[in-house]
């Protein structure tokens, strides 16, 4: 099992980045989004159900952060709009094992996790 993040980088605020994680080795019924700014903890930002019939967020990324998946592809995407400096992270794609059907908001929710791909938003 495997989970490839891609798409970061350097970035404007109020410009748009759009970031996918490309899973391998299975399929995930819950798939999500979580990141890590220098000395924090890493924090739940996005996660969304199979079908994307369930879709949770941080409320501090709900109306300009949007998480989608391609199950065709085994790709899950965070597409960030009018991101902010406060947005600035590694930002790590994770998957729950197949017991795992609620999207869940806590680092426990989740049994694979991606490398993690830098997101710098400049003012």
């Known amino acids: 099992v495997q989970l490839q993040a891609s798409g970061g980088g350097l970035v404007q605020a109020g410009g748009s980045l759009r970031l996918s994680c490309a899973a391998s080795?299975?399929?995930?019924?819950?798939m999500g989004w979580f990141r890590q700014a220098p000395g924090k903890e890493r924090e739940f930002v996005a996660g969304?159900?199979?079908?994307?019939?369930?879709?949770r967020y941080a409320d501090s990324v709900k109306g300009r952060l949007t998480i989608s998946r391609d199950n065709a592809k085994n790709t899950v995407y965070l597409q960030m709009n009018s991101p902010k400096p406060e947005d600035t992270a590694v930002y790590y794609c994770?998957?729950?094992?197949?017991?795992?059907?609620?999207?869940?908001?806590?680092?426990?929710?989740?049994?694979?996790w991606g490398q993690g791909t830098q997101v710098t938003v400049s003012s």
């Open positions: 969304i159900s199979w079908n994307g019939g369930s879709v």
């Open positions: 994770a998957a729950g094992a197949p017991f795992r059907a609620v999207v869940n908001g806590a680092v426990s929710g989740y049994d694979y």
């Open positions: 080795g299975r399929t995930f019924r819950v």
